[in-house]
């Protein structure tokens, strides 16, 4: 009798049977040794069979078939992968086959991959092994085949996979049928256009409307000019500044003159304060209070899929789906761990075994003086103990990491991927470090009986950032930017104390003006879809945050690329920013006058969490279906009984001033296979 292990590609498939050391011989789609076989899926063998199939009437777009819930979900052969089903279904059913290793990507859609093969390749009798790997290095596929559990143990990962897919082709097919009948010629003919599709997706149109609103946001802004009054005070050799606040004590506390406690709306006002206040002379100020204090910046978490795709994105301008196709490619040439994770932390059992990693970096040039010096300190024995440690937090997958492997690989890849790999290795290595240490001076001094506040702040000890600070050319955006003061003007500080007087050069007026809204980047956007919606740059703040957000590690970059490739969005390839088309605010204008939840970023973020109920088995999919077929009938009898076509129409004209050319002709409307979306 023999085994099978069935990868997810014909490369992982390769990767397995080395490990393994398997001497087999290369047939049509599968390899074959004296005691087992290694085949492989080129990815999604099975999809879900289109309405149409169901019943021919479903192949006309038509109101009356809405909303379409079928009982049972029909499978079928992708068409252009016929011919790598038959190998795999046959080698499934083989007689001399009775124990199946399942080897497809660690996480959700790979189970859904193989699950999918499996039932419509009519399996029974096997016994099936689940083989979970963090990366592909022959001892972590020697580990996972050792340890695989029986794929029962994932059943309800399954069950989630089967439902996300279920819910993404319901919505899709539903919502973009109904919105596009209903409305879809309201926009064809603000366009010019003989017919418009409008392709709706529970998550691709959530992220089109955080798109949409913060563009208009920008538009609705008025800029107000602010005018600051700072003071020049000597304190012995050198000039430190002081900026004026209206704290309690002021005469201007809570004064309607202000804009904001640190400035004025009227230049005015802020010329009439340093006249009061520049008599009589010579002016002086007294330090009411002088506050010295040491700071530590800890090493930030490590990256999992939407850091990366963040930093990519600032640093090398790049899409996040050009960020994950490098990762990926890191991966499967062991360079690193399995890209597609949530988790910015390592589990227990790899800190136990990190000396390997670091040590495995002493090849890289660019990093390996640093591996040298951890592996002579201490820290990296003492990691598990640390945050960058927490198996609580790890779903599938921890952090991804060096695996100190490979090296060799990195000759074959691109200069960029190269950059990508040392930003991973550099973030890994930096863990090891101790914090960065600030010497941070606050001063408040009184002119009169107005407040100035002066802050410094300047690096003691670089830390950890002597690793971080990659790649040159960016330092400046490091944290050594916030330095603000220099070794004498500290030195000056350090005599201070509460009661000195320091004598006024004068006064002068700094003008400012609000800032609107910052549009998204595709880092930032990939940020925003993990925190629900929410942008938060803040990392310590950004931990805090529970829950799933907007899509998955897995779907985020292809969610943008979707809404690209229907023109819905506008992707500036030298910034990275991101903006909405005409057609995309038409989208928007048509959901949000019909199916506003759609657009709740909160809403969706709800979908995801059940998803994820369902796969630790805290809800049934049952109950999941249930709920999600009473939010279609719902939303479905809502706009079949509502029309919002006239004053769409007005909406459109609004929204099409900002745009001079057209968009292109849009797709014909037709039954076809374009109407399930993400």
């Not at 909160?602 to 939010?631: P, Q, R």
Request: aromatic letters at 8%; hydrophobic letters at 35%.
């Amino acid at each position: 009798m023999k085994k099978l292990y069935i990868a997810e590609k014909p490369s992982v498939a390769q990767e397995f049977a080395k490990a393994l050391k398997i001497r087999a011989a290369r047939k049509d789609g599968y390899l074959e040794g004296e005691e087992a076989v290694v085949t492989w899926c080129v990815g999604h063998l099975v999809t879900m069979s289109y309405p149409e199939v169901y019943d021919a009437s479903y192949k006309k777009w038509s109101l009356a078939t809405l909303p379409f819930l079928p009982e049972n979900f029909l499978y079928e052969v992708i068409p252009a992968t016929k011919k790598q089903f038959k190998v795999v279904s046959t080698l499934l059913n083989r007689k001399d086959i009775d124990v199946i290793y399942v080897c497809t990507d660690s996480g959700r859609e790979g189970e859904y991959i193989y699950r999918l093969v499996e039932q419509e390749a009519h399996v029974q009798g096997k016994k099936r092994l689940r083989v979970w790997i963090d990366s592909q290095t022959e001892e972590e596929i020697l580990h996972g085949i050792a340890t695989a559990k029986d794929l029962s143990a994932y059943d309800n990962l399954a069950s989630a996979a089967y439902l996300r897919a279920k819910e993404d082709y319901l919505m899709g097919i539903n919502f973009s049928r109904l919105l596009s009948l209903k409305y879809g010629q309201s926009i064809s003919s603000c366009m010019g256009t003989r017919y418009t599709v409008i392709s709706v997706g529970r998550v691709m149109t959530c992220v089109l409307g955080m798109i949409v609103r913060r563009e208009r946001e920008i538009r609705q802004f008025v800029k107000m000019p602010f005018y600051r009054v700072l003071s020049s005070m000597v304190c012995g050799e050198s000039t430190i500044e002081g900026e004026f606040r209206a704290v309690k004590g002021s005469a201007y506390f809570q004064s309607p003159k202000l804009y904001k406690e640190n400035g004025f709306s009227h230049k005015e006002d802020a010329k009439e304060l340093i006249e009061k206040l520049s008599n009589p002379k010579p002016v002086q100020a007294v330090i009411e209070k002088l506050e010295r204090k040491k700071e530590n910046k800890n090493p930030p978490l490590l990256y999992n899929l939407a850091e990366l795709q963040n930093d990519c994105s600032k640093r090398y301008k790049i899409s996040p789906d050009e960020t994950l196709k490098i990762v990926q490619e890191l991966y499967e040439k062991k360079l690193v761990t399995y890209p597609r994770t949530d988790a910015r932390v390592l589990s227990t059992a790899v800190a136990k075994e990190i000396h390997k990693n670091i040590r495995g970096l002493s090849g890289f040039a660019n990093v390996q003086s640093y591996a040298a010096e951890v592996l002579e300190g201490t820290a990296w024995k003492k990691i598990a103990s640390t945050r960058y440690v927490n198996d609580k937090q790890i779903t599938d997958h921890y952090a991804i990491i060096p695996t100190g492997q490979g090296l060799l690989a990195l000759r074959s890849v691109s200069a960029l991927s190269v950059k990508v790999y040392e930003l991973i290795a550099r973030r890994f290595l930096s863990i090891f470090y101790p914090p960065a240490i600030y010497q941070k001076t606050t001063l408040v001094s009184k002119v009169q009986q107005e407040s100035f506040f002066s802050s410094f702040r300047l690096l003691l000890s670089e830390g950890y950032l002597k690793v971080a600070g990659m790649p040159e050319e960016n330092k400046k955006k490091d944290d050594t930017e916030d330095v603000k003061c220099d070794e004498n003007l500290l030195q000056a500080l350090q005599k201070c104390k509460k009661g000195d007087i320091l004598p006024v050069k004068g006064f002068s007026i700094k003008e400012g003006e609000t800032s609107p809204p910052k549009r998204y980047t595709s880092g930032s956007m990939i940020l925003a879809m993990e925190n629900a919606g929410q942008l938060i740059e803040d990392e310590e703040l950004r931990a805090q945050i529970k829950g799933s957000g907007i899509g998955t590690s897995a779907t985020r970059a292809e969610i943008l690329k979707k809404l690209q490739a229907n023109k819905y969005i506008a992707l500036n390839k030298k910034t990275q920013v991101l903006t909405p088309t005409h057609l995309g605010e038409m989208i928007f204008d048509v959901v949000n006058n019909s199916i506003r939840s759609l657009l709740n970023p909160e809403l969706t973020a709800s979908w995801e969490k059940g998803l994820t109920y369902v796969a630790e088995g805290t809800i049934t999919s049952e109950e999941y279906m249930e709920k999600l077929e009473g939010f279609i009938k719902r939303r479905t009898d809502a706009v079949l009984g509502s029309n919002s076509s006239y004053a769409l129409r007005k909406l459109f004209d609004e929204s099409a001033v900002f745009y001079k050319k057209q968009q292109k002709p849009q797709r014909r409307l037709t039954g076809g296979k374009k109407d399930g979306n993400m």
